[in-house]
Nanobody
Framework: QVQLAESGGGLVQAGGSLRLSCAASGPTFVRDTMGWFRQAPGKEREFVAAISRSAGNTYYADSVKDRFTISRDSAKNTVYLQMNSLKPEDTAVYYC?????????????????WGQGTQVTVSS
């Protein structure tokens, strides 16, 4: 009953910025935590950022916490990922994910719903 749709990916030069959006539908009680993950070719899916709907807490991977910002617009049922100072190593497919409850360990297996992903490519 939950659907997630990412948008905003594209090609950008190193040092540039992109804003990803995740439009969510379905009951909010089964998506209390919203997160962003990414997966580069040949690598495992890794955590990027997350936000709690009920508590408003945010969480970031060490590799992005000074450059990326996660936010939400409750009225639009949309979560955003503002990405600044992009690096070639940020190149990946970015996935929006939702968890039914609180997530302590930010691993993919703790999330219940996933979008189809949006490609982000950072050139040097």
């Amino acid at each position: 009953q939950v659907q997630l749709a990412e948008s905003g990916g594209g090609l950008v030069q190193a040092g540039g910025s992109l804003r990803l959006s995740c439009a969510a539908s379905g009951p909010t009680f089964v998506r209390d935590t919203m997160g962003w993950f990414r997966q580069a070719p040949g690598k495992e899916r890794e955590f990027v950022a997350a936000i709690s709907r009920s508590a408003g807490n945010t969480y970031y991977a060490d590799s992005v916490k000074d450059r990326f910002t996660i936010s939400r617009d409750s009225a639009k049922n949309t979560v955003y990922l503002q990405m600044n100072s992009l690096k070639p190593e940020d190149t990946a497919v970015y996935y929006c994910a939702a968890a039914r409850g609180v997530v302590i360990n930010q691993q993919p297996y703790n999330y219940d719903y996933w979008g189809q992903g949006t490609q982000v490519t950072v050139s040097s």
